[in-house]
Every structure is written in C-alpha cells, then in structure tokens.
T-cell receptor
C-alpha cells in the first residue's frame, strides 16, 4: 500500500506564528513517531504514539511543541510561537507494532522560520 | 540513553572503490540495528537491518553490514560503489525509538 505521507512538504513562516504539520501513517501501523532533523545533524526523536497508550513525549524540546493522534490514523505536530531554531525537517515514521520493529519514514516537512 | 556514533562525516571515493562506514552504539541490552540511506532529494529509506541470527546481513543494492556484539559495532560495507550510491547514510539503534548517528555523506565520483 501507500507509504507514510506528510504535508505540507515545505512551510515558511514568520517567527512567533504557530504551525501544524500532518502525518498519515501506513495503513494498519499502530505506532507513529515524529523526529526532527536539523541541517547537518542526525535525527532527534520527538514523540511516539503506540495504539491507545499515552504517548511518549520525552523528546519534545519545549512546551511549545505538542502532537496529537486520533486512534491509529493521522497525527498532527503543532509548534506554537515558532522560533528560528525550530527550522528543520520534521520527519514522521510508522511501524506495524511499535517496539523495536522497522520504522518507515515519510518524505518530511521542511520548516523555515524567518 | 543510547548513543550512536558514526566514524566519518564525509567520505569521497571513486566508482568501483570499496566502502566501509563505521558505526558504534552504546547500549548493552537487546537492540535492533539499522542502516538508512537518504539519496539526494529523496526521503529516508531502509538499507538493511539486524534483529537476530546471522550477524552478517545483506541489504539492498549490494550493501551488507556486520554486527559485532563484543565491539558494539554495526559497520556498513559495499565492495564496489557506483555513482548512484552518492547519498547520506545513517546508522540507527532501536530500543522502541530510534537513536540515530549524525550521518555520513558519501560522494562517489564517476
């Protein structure tokens, strides 16, 4: 079936504005992850959803970041009052059952905060 | 917390040369190990993975990796690279969330 999809592919915003990034996981995948990739760096874990369990938010860098997921479908990552250091590629991944299973990545949303 | 280190930041080589990218991780428990590749303009793709069994795993496009538990290493190899192997390569360890190395940019000159 289709892979992980993300929208928008690119987002330019002004400092202080809020942004919403969307992720559609692979159908049937119970686990969903958000990562951030800053220029020239590896990926940083942000948040993990597994089924109906409470999400693991341990990677969120500040309280300006939040994410929601409805059931086992779409997830939205929201960044409030964006700062220039939030500029990065935000990647979503999903896996069939979570745990240590293979994660499949979407194309990412490239966020630029001016 | 786990950490993953990749030994090379940027590797430049000619076509037909052999490639080896080093990866070491810090976690001593049960982990799954991955190499992901990101070709220019494309998204992250799984190159190969190790879960258990034979420590020498083969992936797509002629890549292989060897898991050496005693050395906490999972090095990636390809005997003869092609120009199309130009990409960024990431080693990752999964203990439910992926911990990534900083990545190695590989440039293959034709």
């Amino acid at each position: 079936g289709a892979g992980v999809s993300q929208s928008p592919s690119n987002k330019v915003t002004e400092k202080g504005k809020d942004v919403e990034l969307r992720c559609d996981p692979i159908s049937g995948h119970t686990a969903l992850y958000w990562y951030r990739q800053r220029l020239g760096q590896g990926l940083e874990f942000l948040i993990y959803f597994q089924g109906n369990s409470a999400p693991d938010k341990s990677g969120l860098p500040s309280d300006r970041f939040s994410a929601e997921r409805t059931g086992e479908s779409v997830s939205t990552l929201t960044i409030q009052r964006t700062q220039q250091e939030d500029s990065a590629v935000y990647l979503c991944a999903s896996s069939q059952d979570g745990g240590r299973e293979t994660q499949y990545f979407g194309p990412g949303t490239r966020l630029l905060v001016l | 917390a786990q950490s993953v280190s990749q030994h090379n930041h940027h590797v430049i080589l000619s076509e037909a040369a052999s490639l080896e990218l080093g990866c070491n991780y810090s976690y001593g428990g049960t982990v799954n190990l991955f190499w992901y590749v990101q070709y220019p303009g494309q998204h992250l793709q799984l190159l190969l993975k190790y879960f258990s069994g034979d420590p020498l795993v083969k992936g797509i496009k002629g890549f292989e990796a060897e898991f050496i538990k005693s050395k906490f290493s999972f090095n990636l190899r390809k005997p003869s690279v092609q120009w199309s192997d130009t990409a960024e390569y990431f080693c990752a360890v999964n203990d439910y969330k992926l911990s990534f190395g900083a990545g190695t940019t590989v440039t293959v000159r034709a």
